[in-house]
């Protein structure tokens, strides 16, 4: 079955300082790779998504993530954070294969600091 | 496009009642999904469709869960009777293109059973 491991429940950095957030994930056939962000009291937004075409992924906000099957691993970065990225980030991974719906990570929340 | 439609916003009720989420997914999409996220458990998938028939319900808690897609623009989540461990925020969201790919979230309903 597929899964993901977000790693660190919580990260902190200082307004400009790069963004690196965790995701492993495990799968026995070729992952689709989501990242998603979720701003309080607010629904989930897509950030950008792997569907095996280039590995290195660009999505909204200048975010980017890179998957690298060796490692088992798609994280999500930004070379200078902004205040505005506080929130919570979700890794996400579906089963190509079986058709089964997303399986997401506990979450990592990003704090922002000036 | 207004967007995944989710009512109410937020529901309090009290323990042995009834309970109604509803959700309106984007026209056109085709996979429509419920999940319910919690401190604990963060999000966990409930129940999810493919042109409105039911595909995996493995994760619907008990049998005090049902959820109902009779037509392409509607779907509801209902909970008889509510208990307390119910209180959570239920998601619904639907998907253009499957399960596989990046799906469209609601704002959420928040329950509170008391």
């Known amino acids: 079955a597929q899964s993901v491991t977000q790693l660190g429940s919580h990260v902190s950095v200082s307004e400009g300082a790069l963004v690196l957030l965790r995701c492993n994930y495990s799968?026995?056939?070729?992952?689709?790779l989501f990242w998603y962000v979720q701003y309080p009291n607010q629904g989930l937004q897509l950030l950008l998504k792997?569907?095996?075409?280039?590995?290195l992924v660009k999505g909204i906000n200048g975010f980017e993530a890179e998957f690298k099957k060796s490692e088992t691993s798609f994280h999500l970065t930004k070379p200078s954070a902004h205040m505005s990225d506080a929130a919570e980030y979700f890794c996400a991974v579906s089963d190509t294969q079986a058709g089964t719906a997303l399986i997401f990570g506990k979450g990592t929340t990003l704090s922002v600091s000036s | 496009d207004a967007g995944v439609i989710q009512s109410p916003r937020h529901e309090v009720t009290e323990m042995g009642q009834e309970v109604t989420l509803r959700c309106k997914p984007i026209s056109g999409h085709n996979s429509l999904f419920w999940y319910r996220q919690t401190m604990m458990r963060g999000l966990e998938l409930l129940i999810y469709?493919?042109?409105?028939?039911?595909?995996?319900d493995s994760g619907m808690p008990e049998d005090r869960f049902s959820a109902k897609m009779p037509n392409a623009s509607f779907s509801t989540l209902k909970i008889q009777p509510s208990e307390p461990r119910d209180s959570a925020v239920y998601f619904c969201?639907?998907?253009?293109?499957?399960?596989?790919?990046?799906?469209?979230f609601g704002s959420g309903t928040r329950l509170t059973v008391v």
């Open positions: 469709f493919n042109n409105n028939v039911p595909i995996d």
């Open positions: 969201a639907s998907s253009l293109q499957g399960p596989n790919y990046g799906y469209t």
């Open positions: 792997y569907t095996s075409a280039a590995t």
């Open positions: 799968s026995s056939v070729p992952p689709y």
